[in-house]
């Protein structure tokens, strides 16, 4: 069964501080792995998309990597802000054009 | 350049009324998506069109549910009678090489 999941559920860190979620998978076949970010009230927005054959994607201060032997996938956020605080959602498509949507993390960045 | 447009942002219905969505899809989108995303849970795909073909619709439960995309532009979702389990955010998304761009979603309370 096709299959994403996502740790931790939730997530408390300072301000400025790095943090790191995870994603494993149980998708095939495999065609892309994206990272969303959404915010309390609005949709999801893409973070980075990575393919097969792509083991590390940045965009600012979010860096994804994908290991396609483990199925795994990481997504990591460095000097943390308020404004970094949303739902983190890992999206699994495969090579019939479906994706699968993993549960969130939910992170919090206080002062 | 508009992104995917939703409304009604937010609806308040009793249970056993009828309650519609609409959708506008980035211009030049062809594949368009309605997702149902309950509280800390991650979107859920009711249905998904190629044009106007919805090309998967097996999670769109029928009894209630009904969408259209005559012609292969906009979208409306419609639930006829509303149940007190359908409150939820209903996203709508269309989709450019691998990257789902979402909507602000339509936020459904049934009371």
């Known amino acids: 069964k096709n299959q994403v999941e996502q740790s931790p559920q939730s997530l408390i860190i300072l301000e400025g501080k790095n943090c790191t979620l995870q994603c494993n998978y149980t998708v095939s076949p495999f065609s892309n792995l994206r990272w969303y970010k959404q915010d309390t009230g609005r949709g999801p927005v893409s973070l980075t998309i990575m393919t097969f054959s792509e083991n590390t994607k940045s965009n600012g201060r979010y860096t994804a990597t994908l290991d396609a032997d483990t199925k795994q996938s990481s997504l990591h956020i460095t000097a943390s802000q308020l404004s970094d605080s949303a739902s983190y959602i890992c999206v699994v498509g495969t090579s019939y054009d479906k994706v699968i949507f993993g549960p969130g993390t939910s992170l919090s960045v206080i002062p | 350049e508009a992104g995917v447009v939703q409304s009604p942002r937010y609806k308040i219905i009793e249970k056993k009324q009828p309650v519609a969505f609409w959708c506008n899809p980035i211009?030049?989108?062809?594949?368009l998506y309605w997702y149902r995303q309950n509280l800390g849970q991650g979107p859920e795909l009711l249905i998904r069109y190629e044009n106007e073909e919805a090309v998967d619709d097996s999670q769109l439960p029928k009894d209630r549910f009904s969408a259209e995309r005559l012609k292969g532009v906009d979208s409306t979702l419609k639930i006829q009678p509303a149940e007190l389990g359908d409150s939820a955010v209903y996203l709508c998304?269309?989709?450019?090489?691998?990257?789902?761009?979402f909507g602000e979603g339509s936020w459904l309370t049934v009371v």
């Open positions: 998304a269309s989709s450019w090489r691998n990257t789902i761009y």
């Open positions: 211009s030049g989108h062809n594949t």
